[in-house]
């Protein structure tokens, strides 16, 4: 049974900087794309950022580009989402989610923000960014 596990979360200053991590159980973690989205109370869930299943290619949402870095240690099944200069609106709960970078004919990025095309999810890590 595939367990996926976020840690790193926390109550950070505007300004400030945290380091999220997921870790991802049996599976074969170099043939998932992994992505990390996140939900804010009473918005949708979106996607913040997605890395291929060998760390090559990577995308952000516009809003957190320059500021978060998202990267893979396959030898370790890890993810990692480095966020610097967070921003209270930022603030929400952090969810890490894989899907197999197997997908036939159709391009392994495609589509990454769309929650429903990720076969496993974690139980998120709570980000709070204060003012």
């Known amino acids: 049974q595939v367990h996926v596990v976020e840690s790193g979360g926390g109550l950070v200053q505007a300004g400030g900087s945290l380091r999220l991590s997921c870790t991802a159980s049996?599976?074969?973690?170099?043939?998932?794309?992994m992505a990390w989205f996140r939900q804010a109370p009473g918005k949708e869930r979106e996607g913040v950022s997605v890395?291929?299943?060998?760390?090559?290619?990577?995308y952000y949402t516009d809003s957190v580009k320059g500021r978060f870095t998202i990267s893979r240690d396959n030898a370790q099944n890890t993810l990692y989402l480095q966020m610097n200069a967070l921003k209270p609106e930022d603030t929400g709960l952090y969810f890490c989610?894989?899907?197999?970078?197997?997908?036939?004919?159709?391009?392994?990025?495609?589509?990454?923000?769309?929650?429903?095309?990720?076969?496993?999810w974690g139980q998120g890590t709570q980000v709070t960014v204060s003012s």
């Open positions: 989610a894989a899907r197999s970078r197997h997908r036939g004919t159709t391009w392994e990025m495609a589509d990454w923000v769309v929650a429903n095309t990720y076969a496993y």
């Open positions: 049996e599976l074969t973690f170099v043939d998932y794309t």
């Open positions: 890395i291929s299943g060998y760390g090559t290619l990577s």
